[in-house]
């Protein structure tokens, strides 16, 4: 069975310019999950989707971060203009319907570079 | 709020020593815990977790960890390192109940294995 799947693994774009991270949860898991993971860190959730509703984007930067979860299935996470400090890794994960202790499955990441 | 504490960014053990690392949690009631490792280039893999009930948890590659809740600690131990060991973990804790819709992670500590 494959895990949760992330597009591209790299990206380096320069400031002020767009970018989107695509993720592919688990077949079936209908909580879906972005941490941004800056180095030397921990990761910090940005949002939590329940199927298609964002039920917690309460630490996502809104000014400049959007997302989606159409059908409730894929996300993409947007970032729009990024800026130097957003270089990071992007983690999505998945967990299963159930309740808060159902594991949560992360994916490789998408490292952004900022210059 | 609740926040995690691993104690040192860096540990390093000989092949078949015994592994420690050390997490301490700050929160106003006994949370839930866990511990994920992240081998390079690759997401988050849950090692174990404590909810409730046995304070000794054992989890997967012979990892194991034991809440104390006086000394609001929640160490990870191995008794014999191995090469493959080699990577960073971290600790994270959540609210009771919560599980992985709020985790909270620390900084992360880096294991390395001397041959």
């Known amino acids: 069975e494959a895990g949760v799947v992330q597009s591209p693994r790299y990206k380096i774009i320069e400031k002020k310019q767009p970018v989107a991270f695509w993720c592919n949860p688990i077949?079936?898991?209908?909580?879906l999950y972005w941490y941004r993971q800056n180095l030397g860190q921990g990761p910090e959730l940005l949002i939590r989707?329940?199927?298609?509703?964002?039920?917690?984007d309460s630490q996502l930067p809104k000014d400049r971060f959007s997302a989606e979860r159409l059908k409730g299935v894929d996300s993409t996470l947007k970032i729009q203009p990024a800026e130097l400090g957003d270089s990071a890794v992007y983690l999505c994960?998945?967990?299963?319907?159930?309740?808060?202790?159902?594991?949560?499955?992360f994916g490789q990441g998408t490292r952004l570079t900022v210059v | 709020a609740q926040s995690v504490t691993q104690l040192g960014s860096h540990v390093s053990v000989s092949e078949g020593a015994l592994v420690l690392l050390r997490c301490n949690y700050s929160?106003?009631?006994?949370?839930?815990l866990f511990w994920y490792v992240q081998y390079p280039n690759q997401g988050l893999q849950l090692l174990l977790k404590?909810?409730?009930?046995?304070?000794l948890v054992k989890g997967i590659n012979g990892f194991e960890a034991e809440f104390k809740k006086s000394e609001t600690s929640f160490h990870l131990t191995k008794p014999s390192a191995h090469m493959s060991d080699a990577a960073e973990y971290f600790c994270?804790?959540?609210?009771?109940?919560?599980?992985?819709?709020?985790?909270?992670f620390g900084k992360g500590t880096k294991l390395s294995v001397i041959p």
């Open positions: 404590y909810t409730t009930g046995a304070t």
């Open positions: 929160s106003s009631v006994p949370p839930y």
């Open positions: 989707y329940e199927n298609e509703e964002a039920v917690d």
């Open positions: 994960a998945s967990s299963g319907a159930g309740t808060a202790n159902t594991e949560a499955f």
């Open positions: 077949s079936g898991h209908n909580t």
């Open positions: 994270a804790v959540s609210p009771p109940g919560a599980g992985s819709y709020q985790l909270t």
